[in-house]
């Protein structure tokens, strides 16, 4: 290799060495419970940028929190100078898991009972918060036609595709529907099997206090089903 080939192979060694390949695809990421998400979206000059609203126990929050991503290394922008708050995002398929480098750093755009740190995922078209609403009104349909059987497939199939998507209140209300499916298909037993593994009838479940207002009408609603199924 002659040294004008040989200064242009460094040349461009460098270039390439000093430019970072994203690891993270693009696109809106959901928490558990659909209640948080990660937003990671390409700008004009190539840059990938992220963008976190993250809602933990008791209403505590992560409020948008945004910063810079580098391979899967993300920086939160330090405007303010308190320290730099450094991540890794780690991509799996359409899972993105979210892991703090710098605690400390860190905690200081978030509520006491809030987090970036997590597991987030890409919802699948059938478990997006639209197609799980149409699915509700598809199961109400169908329950108020007294087609009970038809309506549990479409309570368990949602239930089944969408666990992750759910928050703690809608999962509940879903259960308690699917329990009274049951029930008017003469089946008490499964009802008050799948009443069992809601929080209401959980005698060791701790809800915040502003989690515990939110449940608290379908908590009524789960506790009358559970005696009507011959829950003691």
Same mark, same amino acid.
């Given at each position: ?99 703090? $480098?710098? !605690? +400390? @750093? ?9 987090? &970036?740190? *997590? ?93 515990? $207002?939110? !449940? +608290? @009408? ?9 005696? &009507?199924? *011959?829950?003691?």
């Amino acid at each position: 290799m002659n040294r004008y080939l040989f200064k242009v192979f460094i040349f461009f060694s460098i270039f390439i060495s000093s430019f970072s390949f994203s690891q993270v695809v693009d696109g809106r990421y959901l928490g558990a419970g659909s209640e948080s998400d990660v937003i990671i979206e390409t700008n004009d000059i190539g840059q990938q940028r992220f963008l976190m609203n993250i809602l933990g126990g008791n209403g505590h929050v992560c409020f948008d929190v945004a910063g810079t991503i580098k391979g899967n290394q993300g920086l939160v922008d330090d405007e303010e100078e308190l320290g730099q708050c450094e991540l890794t995002f780690t991509q799996k398929g359409h899972i993105l898991d979210v892991n703090i $480098e710098t !605690y +400390e @750093e860190c905690r200081q755009y978030c509520g006491m009972r809030a987090t &970036l740190e *997590g597991s987030y995922r890409i919802p699948p078209q059938a478990c997006t918060l639209n197609a799980i609403a149409l699915q509700r009104q598809e199961f109400q349909a169908l329950y108020d036609q007294k087609q009970y059987k038809d309506a549990e497939n479409i309570l368990n199939k949602l239930l089944n595709q969408c666990n992750f998507y759910l928050d703690f209140v809608a999962y509940d209300a879903i259960r308690n529907d699917l329990a009274l499916t049951l029930y008017h298909q003469d089946a008490p037993e499964l009802c008050i099997e799948v009443l069992t593994s809601t929080i209401a009838v959980d005698q060791n479940a701790y809800l915040p206090p502003m989690e515990q $207002e939110l !449940y +608290e @009408e379908i908590e009524k609603a789960i506790l009358f089903n559970w005696e &009507l199924c *011959g829950g003691e």
